[in-house]
């Protein structure tokens, strides 16, 4: 069974979810969107699910 992501909170959930509706470059934006989901409780196939990419971008 492979391991479940997890974080390290330097940022609340809000604040990610602040600074993912906030960025400008599309790229952050969904760097934020994907810390945002995880943080939330999202397992990787949902947040695969959610934002396009592919699970091994994901985890990196």
Excluded: F, N
């Excluded at 993912?20 to 934006?29: I, N």
């Excluded at 945002?36 to 994901?58: C, D, F, P």
């Amino acid at each position: 069974m492979p391991k479940r992501l997890s974080l390290l909170p330097h940022l609340s959930c809000e604040e990610l979810e602040e600074r993912y509706r906030q960025a400008s470059d599309a790229v952050e934006r969904s760097q934020y969107q994907i810390l945002w989901l995880l943080a939330k409780g999202k397992q990787t196939e949902e947040v695969r699910e959610a934002t396009g990419y592919s699970l091994r971008w994901i985890r990196v």
